[in-house]
């Protein structure tokens, strides 16, 4: 992740205290991935396209976010029920923490003073205090809550019920849920537009995104996929990526082994490109020109030019990669 | 509450009488079991036999309400679960009709086919049969009549796919001595044929331990004498079936009610979310879910959605309405929507490969094609199918 300094010093000035990361962050040049089984991210050069080793972290890593400042990884670990910080600096663990029961999906407050994360088998979203590293608030929503997004402002967290088929909206100033606004089958990850005017949401099971407009939280548009030679329940989209312009969205289609490139504008799908079995989780380099696409059923991440919608690269990773997050 | 009474609240609420915004649609699910159910007798159940059932439906029923009850709290729709146990096919007739006029919106039901078969036509609401796998029923063509738990002919068509792509083409086929044995041994000779698989032999055994009846309760001798690739053993009761793998003449591996089975549930499937699934029911029900556990839960699904559908008039009608539509799908945790076929009203779904330990594979298998859904090569298709 990259921030120009002064925005980070900025940062790290308002947050004094809560990180502890060294005061200039450096772009590591790595894309992080982490594999639901194995107990390490494995690291790859954005350049060379090599991977360069793992790191060690808990049991079951799944989503990863860096915390501000950019040189702290946050990795959920589901089988750990803990969160681990990495010090992509070093490259090690700073320590773990216990982070609920099988987490997986979380977001960050814009002041990353709070976590909000799915607790699955509760059926809620858990406020979790960062600097005690405790569960402040426990919000009911319906049963298995899975991706997780903050509004940019802070004001709203977006979850969706993966059971109950709906993306609930909480107020986090109140913890109220605000509204429940009903979308495909299986909801399970959110990517913003350019403006967060809209909010997009994949359908595993409806083989489709929903697009949320924020301003009066309903279904705006549905794009539904479809890819030649393939029926729809082969069409499991799972990972969204926004292009930093806005003018595009890449989905991780699962099981149809592809990419769907989509015109935001349009909602048209421009592209398809092939990729590894079940792509999973999608990631961009800071520029754009490069999608990564973690392969869960084939242990690889396919490297994509996105201008020319050509897949560069497939680099084996861990056991049942999940996750990307580039730092280039 | 009964339709009638849930159109009178809509009515009510439109003539603007506010204290009756505050009452809630009642959605009366019903649930038949058998009294005295010796499948159930904790003897049994402590030997864990694969693909025999592990307790009483109605705890995947209650989960499956629990499991919803942040939609139906939105939704304003209470759930009433109406357990009932019935001793015979007329006690199931009577309690079947009471259920109608009661006005429940569906019957989940864990019943012999036989009581099934003399009982379902004698209501029009929908029914759910969680628990019996016979073939014969799916037949009936009954329109009311669903099916979740997957047919013998579901189960043994999976099998023979994943021995056809396995390359396992020649099997020994074993049956025990019951009706039911014999039954299921025609079906699984149908896939066994279906998918081009050669029957080295087909032999009864009996489970015995009687020197003059040794060729039919030996396993060496029963499995000597000729060569195979797997060997694909009927047994309905389960004694003989445990004890045959590591003891056959050949090193081959046994399948059906041995070995490896086909089953609609497998408590150690770690796949499409369904450890979350499992760790539920396991935390509500103390013991680990099983086919007849899942079957009984998504039937429960079903009926809650259709009925979330339309919460203020959660009648019969409208699961009816639901369940029979072409596009009214499931999320199963099986990687795929599940849905109703709409000749035999058996729910189409993938089979899970299992030898108790983990699951091996999921059928239909890898390759395996068909024009509309490749789920529908499990299990009897529309042009094979009497009903229409």
């Known amino acids: ?328 | 509450m009964t339709e009638r009474a849930g159109q009178q609240l809509v009515a009510a609420l439109a003539l603007g009488l506010a204290a009756a915004s505050l009452h809630a649609a009642t959605l009366t699910i019903g649930v038949l079991s058998r009294a005295d159910d010796e499948r159930l007798d904790p003897k049994r159940v402590e030997l864990g036999y694969l693909g025999q059932p592990g307790g009483p439906i109605s705890q995947a029923v209650d989960m499956a309400v629990k499991e919803s009850d942040y939609e139906l709290g939105d939704a304003k729709l209470q759930v009433k679960v109406d357990a009932v146990e019935v001793a015979d096919a007329a006690g199931a007739k009577a309690a079947l009709q009471k259920f109608e006029k009661g006005g429940a919106a569906a019957v989940l039901l864990d019943l012999p086919a036989a009581w099934i078969a003399s009982s379902a036509t004698a209501v029009k609401l929908p029914l759910i049969n969680t628990a019996d796998a016979s073939d014969s029923l799916r037949a009936s063509c009954t329109p009311n009549l669903f099916h979740t738990l997957p047919s013998e002919r579901m189960r043994a068509d999976a099998m023979a796919q994943t021995l056809m792509s396995r390359r396992w083409q020649k099997v020994l086929v074993l049956y025990g001595p019951s009706p039911e044995d014999a039954e299921r041994s025609a079906v699984a000779q149908a896939s066994i044929k279906r998918y081009a698989i050669k029957p080295v032999a087909v032999k009864p055994f009996k489970l015995s331990a009687d020197p003059r009846e040794r060729a039919l309760g030996n396993p060496l001798l029963l499995t000597g004498g000729t060569d195979y690739d797997a060997v694909w053993i009927i047994d309905s009761d389960g004694e003989f079936a445990r004890a045959l793998p590591y003891r056959t003449q050949l090193p081959r591996p046994v399948v059906g009610d041995g070995g490896l089975f086909a089953l609609g549930w497998a408590p150690h499937f770690e796949r499409f979310g369904s450890p979350q699934l499992i760790r539920r029911f396991e935390k509500a029900a103390h013991r680990p879910m099983v086919s007849q556990d899942w079957a009984a839960w998504i039937a429960t699904k079903a009926v809650l959605e259709a009925a979330l559908e339309q919460p203020a008039s959660p009648g019969a009608a409208q699961v009816m309405k639901a369940l029979t539509r072409p596009d009214f799908v499931l999320d199963g945790f099986k990687g795929v929507r599940v849905s109703f076929r709409p000749w035999d009203r058996q729910l189409r779904q993938p089979i899970l490969m299992t030898d108790g330990q983990g699951v091996v594979a999921i059928a239909p298998a890898e390759g395996v094609l068909h024009p509309k859904n490749v789920l529908d090569t499990l299990g009897l298709d529309q042009p094979e199918s009497r009903c229409k």
């Not at chain 1, 049991?59 to 959920?76: D, E, I, W």
């Open chain 1, 1 to 328: 992740m990259h921030r120009p300094p002064i925005r980070l010093a900025l940062a790290l000035a308002c947050f004094a205290g809560a990180a502890a990361g060294p005061a200039v962050a450096k772009d590591t040049g790595l894309a992080y991935i982490s594999s639901e089984k194995d107990s390490t991210l494995t690291m790859v050069d954005v350049k060379t396209l090599e991977v360069t080793g793992v790191i060690k972290t808990c049991k079951r890593p799944r989503h990863m976010k860096f915390l501000p400042g950019g040189t702290q990884l946050m990795v959920a670990c589901g089988d750990a029920n803990k969160a681990d910080i990495i010090d992509v600096q070093t490259k090690q663990s700073l320590g773990t923490f216990a982070f609920g029961d099988d987490p997986e999906a979380f977001d960050l407050s814009p002041d990353a003073k709070t976590a909000y994360i799915s607790l699955e088998d509760e059926g809620a979203l858990g406020f979790f205090d960062m600097a005690t590293k405790k569960l402040s608030k426990s919000v009911p929503v319906g049963k298995e809550p899975e991706g997780v997004i903050t509004s940019p402002d802070g004001k709203l967290v977006y979850v969706t019920s993966e059971v109950a088929n709906k993306v609930h909206v909480i107020d986090t100033a109140s913890g109220k849920v605000v509204a429940n606004i009903a979308v495909g089958k299986r909801p399970r990850r959110f990517a913003f537009n350019a403006d967060a005017s809209e909010l997009w949401v994949s359908n595993e099971l409806g083989a489709s995104v929903s697009i949320i407009s924020t301003k009066d939280l309903s279904v705006k548009d549905t794009i539904n996929f479809e890819v030649k030679g393939m029926r729809a329940d082969d069409i499991t989209p799972v990972s969204l990526a926004m292009s930093k312009d806005g003018k595009t969205a890449y989905v991780g289609l699962g099981r149809a082994n592809h990419v769907a490139f989509v015109d935001v504008a349009t909602r048209k799908v421009e592209q398809l490109v092939l990729v590894g079995k079940r792509a999973w989780g999608v990631g961009l380099n800071k520029d754009g020109s490069r999608l990564f696409v973690v392969n869960g059923l084939s242990d690889d991440m396919t490297v994509i030019d996105t201008a020319a919608a050509k897949p560069l690269k497939t680099i084996p990773v861990g056991r049942v990669p999940y996750m990307v997050v580039v730092d280039d």
